[in-house]
């Protein structure tokens, strides 16, 4: 059971570093990317805590 929740949440982490990278590279003003890497980076910490039975 641990092990089935280390490897979500290495997966978790992974996608998260994945889509912000991504983000980056998007062709958008500052303010635009800034909003979309916060959102990024708060679906993660829910999904995180979610793999964490925190939720």
Same mark, same amino acid.
């Not at 949440?9 to 889509?19: A, D, E, N, Q």
């Given at each position: 059971?641990?092990?089935?929740?280390?490897?979500?949440?290495? @997966?978790?982490?992974? !996608?998260? *570093? $994945?889509?912000?990278?991504?983000?980056?590279?998007?062709? +958008?003003?500052?303010?635009?990317?800034? @909003?979309?890497?916060? !959102?990024? *980076? $708060?679906?993660?910490?829910?999904?995180?805590?979610?793999? +964490?039975?925190?939720?």
């Amino acid at each position: 059971m641990a092990s089935s929740a280390l490897i979500g949440i290495l @997966i978790t982490f992974l !996608v998260i *570093i $994945l889509v912000l990278y991504l983000v980056q590279r998007l062709p +958008l003003d500052g303010r635009t990317r800034q @909003i979309a890497q916060i !959102v990024v *980076i $708060l679906i993660g910490i829910i999904s995180l805590l979610n793999y +964490l039975a925190v939720f």
